[in-house]
């Protein structure tokens, strides 16, 4: 950069410094610092509590004079780095968001250097092939079209195998809206004049959209959102291994066909949040095909188990659905916002493009014609970054071994005698609790027992975060018992792939010694 020309006199040289391209060394230098500090730490949970921290966060005034950097850089060491959960640590096995790669780290400065905007070509060239090529990457291991197919898509313009957004939740959306859009066709056009209008001219009263009582929030989310309302989710129960009740399912198909009730989608999840549990998706494409309605398969959390060896299975029928919503930040271990929602057919996504013209032109290849977002980042080049450096067999290997580890966690759990395995892990997500002295020789735990299991469980877990070393999570869990209501359950999520099961044992031993100091442990029942 040269020195500041006639443009830039009104500019204070505390602002240019930080516009002008060598950047500031020792701010760079100090990032990197932390970065390293923060990796080696151990700890997940720092001490001090939200409440304690809030007092800090009071003061709202926008800064007047832009602070000294080294004031900025103290806060950053003081504050933001102590006070971050550790997601990457090997002992946080309760939650979606974990390690990454590090090559992710230097790949973001390069990222953020380019700024380029997804939105449209003249903000973002080759960014938007990357993009294109990513998903009809995804679209192929998904539905495994010829490559001369995809060969074609690449150079056309009005076409649309999927699209990328900032997560699952948008993911869900956009196919809940090209279902939405696509049903009760040759009524009314559904985006123009609403789904009020084509749902009255068709004749029908209600229309609803069916998924497991697993079904992500986002679901419902998305219905609110479409005006197709919340309510309008039919919630069906799921059989003893956590998959939606086949029979149920088509009972309830039956009953709204009877009753005239439209039916906009049928959604099948692969890797449900809860407990990783995957529905029965042929089956589910059989029923959505012999009904005439669209498939969503939400697969934001297991859509990477297309790369296992042993576990691919899981997902046979996936191939038959109209949509597919997979999270580039779940299991294929990218930072957040990598959503995406892939389509069967090219022309799914017809019934939501838009048009500007400054901005969005008609048969261009500006990406933004399609996504529900304005502006994007290129994060698109993580994924493809992922995809050169790891390679498929490098995803086989990470989802093969956190299922693996799951499965033997879950193995000693069940061996055990003061833990009890709630459900079967399928994945790498399942459920467990901890059962105190006075309660495991019972043979029946009514409804007050499990009452006060769930309690003990609930401060067993709080007890455990607040240390600050190691982490599960938490969750309702429905048994099929009814009479016994919701019980609480110890949530375990294996992705970290420093996470060994020594680990995980060494998790529940902390659990044991907790549950030990807790004085419910000997209350006489
Ligand atoms: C995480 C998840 C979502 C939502 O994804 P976000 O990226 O958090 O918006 C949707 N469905 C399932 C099954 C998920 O696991």
């Known amino acids: 950069m040269t020195t500041p020309t006639l443009d830039t006199a009104n500019l204070n040289s505390s602002v240019l410094q930080y516009f002008e391209s060598k950047g500031n060394i020792v701010f760079k230098k100090k990032v990197q610092e932390l970065i390293e500090a923060y990796l080696h730490n151990d700890i997940i949970n720092a001490e001090l509590s939200l409440e304690e921290l809030i007092p800090k966060f009071g003061f709202t005034t926008i800064p007047q004079n832009g602070h000294a950097l080294g004031t900025f850089i103290e806060e950053l060491e003081e504050q ?41 070509v003249e903000t973002a060239k080759i960014a938007t092939l990357y993009e294109k090529q990513a998903l009809a990457m995804m679209h ?13 898509y690449i150079s056309q313009t009005n076409t649309c195998l999927g699209m990328v957004c900032s997560g699952g939740t948008l993911a869900n959306v956009a196919a809940m809206q090209c ?60 059989n003893d291994r956590q998959q939606v009740d086949l029979i149920e399912l088509k009972a309830e198909l039956l009953r709204c066909k009877a009753e005239n009730i439209h039916v906009t989608a049928i959604v099948g999840i692969a890797g449900a949040t809860e407990c990783g549990s995957f529905d029965p998706l042929e089956d589910m494409a059989d029923l959505a095909e012999e009904f005439g309605t669209h498939f969503h398969v939400d697969a934001a959390w297991g859509g990477a188990v297309l790369f296992s060896g042993t576990h691919r299975h899981l997902l046979k029928g996936i191939e038959r659905a109209d949509s597919v919503t997979i999270d580039g930040h779940k299991q294929l271990y ?26 969005i032109r008609k048969n261009s290849y500006d990406l933004g014609r399609v996504s529900i977002e304005g502006s994007r980042p290129a994060n698109i080049l993580y994924l493809q970054a992922a995809f050169k450096l790891l390679g498929k067999d490098g995803y086989r290997e990470l989802v093969d071994n956190s299922i693996s580890t799951a499965s033997r966690m879950a193995e000693v759990i069940e061996k055990s005698d003061d833990f009890e395995l709630l459900t079967r892990p399928q994945s790498n997500i399942f459920l467990y609790r901890y059962i105190p002295t006075a309660y495991r020789q019972l043979k029946f735990l009514d409804r007050d027992a499990n009452e006060e299991i769930s309690n003990f469980n609930i401060q067993l877990q709080e007890k455990q975060k607040m240390a600050g070393l190691f982490f599960v999570s938490r969750t309702l869990f429905k048994p099929l018992d009814q009479p016994l209501g919701s019980i609480s359950a110890l949530r375990v999520v294996l992705a970290n792939p420093l996470t060994k099961l020594e680990h995980c044992l060494k998790v529940l031993e902390d659990q044991r010694t907790i549950a030990k100091s807790c004085s419910i442990e000997y209350k006489n029942i």
Not at 140 to 152: H, R, T, V
Not at 188 to 196: A, L, N, R
Not at 215 to 229: D, I, V
Not at 336 to 358: C, E, H, N, R, W
């Open 80 to 120: 933001l780095l102590p006070h971050s959960i550790n997601t990457g640590s090997p002992y946080f096995i309760g939650h979606m968001t974990s390690l990454l790669p590090s090559f992710i780290r230097p790949l973001s400065e390069l990222l953020t250097t380019l700024n380029q905007n997804i939105v449209k």
């Open 140 to 152: 192929q291991e998904i539905f495994g079209l010829s490559e001369d197919y995809y060969k074609q």
């Open 179 to 238: 279902a939405r859009n696509n049903s009760l066709q040759g009524s009314v056009d559904i985006e123009q004049y609403g789904f009020s209008e084509a749902l009255f001219k068709s004749g029908f009263t209600r229309s609803v959209i069916i998924c497991s009582q697993l079904g992500h929030y986002s679901l419902s989310k998305s219905l609110g959102l479409l005006g197709m309302g919340r309510k309008n989710l039919i919630s069906i129960k799921t």
């Open 334 to 359: 990218l930072p957040m916002g990598i959503g995406m929602v892939l389509f069967k057919t090219p022309d799914t996504a017809k019934s939501i493009t838009t048009q500007a013209d400054y901005i």
